[in-house]
């Protein structure tokens, strides 16, 4: 962890510019400079907070999360997050992994729903707990293939309705998640847009997410990216754990089938 994330930063925009002079992809640079980086990912210090925050004993029953069953059993968190969103029984519904874990703050450490979701982000000092214990369950899957069930009626509903979301056009400008990320080789700027719905770009797109975003200096999860594109495409703020929100987490999941969980990762 040699890592200075203002001299990470301070690369990172140097290999940009000079990428943009050279009016080339971006791409490239970037996959250098993670190669680089990847030794050394910042990431690491939301992963140890996270695991410190599974185990900590905390909210108004005093437990902590440790007994939380995230799809596998309660207590098992290697290899779970490959398996999400997934039907869970006890809750009636598909829920992703933020989901699940606010559902454990309220059932096993007496939060009220409304404190458990209180900060899904952090910004600078105030660290938001779902993206530190996100970064370390995550990390638990490293190298594990993306097995989404879709079994169970519900899990096949959700995929359906993330799908329709998918291609659901509005706005001012009429954009659709497909209108950027349904067609090979669209770029915005410098940076190359993922074609969402084929496998390759799918797999690649997800299993690299939670990320450590050097431009941010801040650990960012998957909802995060989801809630930053609702916002490109001009539409209302996505309501964190709204079954919007884990139906489009459910079809890009999916999508991202057989891949092999990559994450947390550092992106620009
Ligand atoms: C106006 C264009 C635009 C729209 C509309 C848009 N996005 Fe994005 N999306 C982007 C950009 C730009 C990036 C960042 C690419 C980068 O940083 O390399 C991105 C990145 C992503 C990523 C991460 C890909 C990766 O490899 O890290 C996902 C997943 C994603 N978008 C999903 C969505 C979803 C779901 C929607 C619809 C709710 C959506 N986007 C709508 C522009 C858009």
Request: with cysteine; proline share 5%; glycine share 6%.
């Given at each position: 962890m040699a890592i200075d994330a203002r001299?990470?930063?301070?690369?990172?925009?140097?290999?940009?510019a000079l990428d943009a002079r050279a009016q080339g992809s971006a791409l490239d640079e970037i996959a250098k400079y993670r190669e680089a980086l990847a030794a050394g990912?910042?990431?690491?210090?939301?992963?140890?907070?996270?695991?410190?925050?599974?185990?900590k004993k905390r909210g108004p029953s005093n437990a902590s999360l440790e007994s939380c069953d995230l799809g596998k059993g309660p207590g098992v968190?290697?290899?779970?997050?490959?398996?999400?969103?997934?039907?869970?029984a006890d809750a009636g519904r598909v829920m992703d992994l933020e989901t699940r874990l606010a559902h454990c703050m309220v059932t096993l450490q007496g939060f009220s729903a409304a404190e458990a979701t209180r900060r899904p982000f952090g910004s600078g000092s105030s660290r938001s707990d779902f993206e530190s214990l996100a970064a370390w369950i995550t990390a638990e899957s490293k190298g594990v293939k993306m097995d989404v069930p879709m079994g169970h009626p519900k899990e096949q509903e959700a995929y359906r309705v993330g799908e329709k979301i998918f291609h659901f056009r509005g706005g001012p400008h009429d954009f659709a998640c497909a209108t950027?990320?349904?067609?090979?080789?669209?770029?915005?700027?410098?940076?190359?847009?993922?074609?969402?719905t084929e496998r390759a770009d799918a797999q690649r797109g997800?299993?690299?997410?939670?990320a450590y975003r050097v431009s941010q200096g801040e650990?960012?999860?998957?909802?995060?990216?989801?809630?930053?594109?609702?916002?490109?495409?001009?539409?209302?703020?996505?309501?964190?754990?709204?079954?919007?929100?884990?139906?489009?987490?459910?079809f890009l999941a999916r999508n991202a089938q057989d891949g092999v969980y990559a994450g947390p990762a550092i992106k620009r």
């Open positions: 001299a990470a930063a301070f690369l990172l925009a140097a290999v940009l990912n910042p990431a690491e210090l939301w992963e140890a907070r996270g695991e410190e925050l599974w185990k968190v290697k290899g779970a997050y490959a398996w999400l969103p997934r039907y869970f950027c990320h349904g067609e090979n080789g669209k770029r915005i700027r410098l940076q190359d847009l993922p074609n969402l997800y299993t690299t997410w939670p650990l960012r999860t998957f909802q995060w990216r989801l809630n930053d594109c609702f916002r490109q495409q001009r539409f209302p703020e996505l309501v964190f754990g709204s079954e919007a929100s884990i139906a489009l987490t459910s």
